[in-house]
């Protein structure tokens, strides 16, 4: 029954508790082991990776922001794509991503530091993608990303990204920090999602940035998303 509970085989090959390592040596914050311990289960994660591997050619060039430890740049990886880069603010997340990916076996895979809207390089890309990342930026996070990735797409490229959907405002609670919900006093945090679109204020947004939406998917989550 241990040997059950604690099989090394997983979507990663490698038991959860050295990518737990790796991330605690880092610097990285826990939840990124969180990410993937449960990577195949956070379905707005693992649809859109299916979606490209199904819809796209492997030979593409992909950029994440926001990408964290590189599960997704991994996953993708896995799956076949060669060409993929990733930046992420967090230098301790970005150290256990370069970690991690000599320890899973991956290659070819560029990781940078730094902030997302001051990426100067000059590569362009056939594919930006931005998830669990946008709704955390103070200011008007979402027309930034289409403005800055209009300069970095190659022609036809796509764009995706997934918001905290407005439905979730229904939920009395949702001007608090879900993490403080169980709080019964006045000591609740401010909610950790600064900004929340209906799908019709999206497609909005897209058209004033010259993009049309080509596929959307609505999540019963908490918090909802699209």
Known sequence: ???????????????LATISRICRESGAPEWHVYAYRYFEKRAFTFDLLRWMVCNLPKNLAIFEA???????????????????????????????????QEHLGFSMITIE??????????????????????????GNAYAKF????????NKKGYVAFDVI???????????????????KDNSKRPSE??????????EMLA?????????HKFYVDRPQRS
């Open 66 to 100: 926001g990408c964290g430890t590189g599960q997704n740049l991994f996953a993708l990886s896995k799956w076949g794509f060669a060409n993929l880069t990733g930046i992420d603010i967090d230098p301790g997340a970005c150290l256990a991503c370069n970690r991690l």
């Open 193 to 202: 999602y600064l900004s929340r679109y209906t799908l019709e204020e999206i």
């Open 113 to 138: 530091t730094g902030e997302l809207f001051a990426h100067i390089d000059q590569e362009r890309y056939d594919f930006i993608f931005s998830l669990d990342v946008l709704y955390l930026i103070q």
């Open 165 to 183: 959907d407005k439905a979730f405002e229904f939920n009395t609670l949702h001007q608090f920090c879900t993490q403080d919900w169980h709080i």
């Open 207 to 215: 058209a004033d940035n010259g993009y049309k939406i080509v596929d």
């Open 1 to 15: 029954y241990v040997w059950a509970e604690y099989s090394p085989q997983n979507f990663w090959g490698v038991p």
């Open 146 to 153: 289409l403005q800055w990735s209009k300069k970095k797409l």
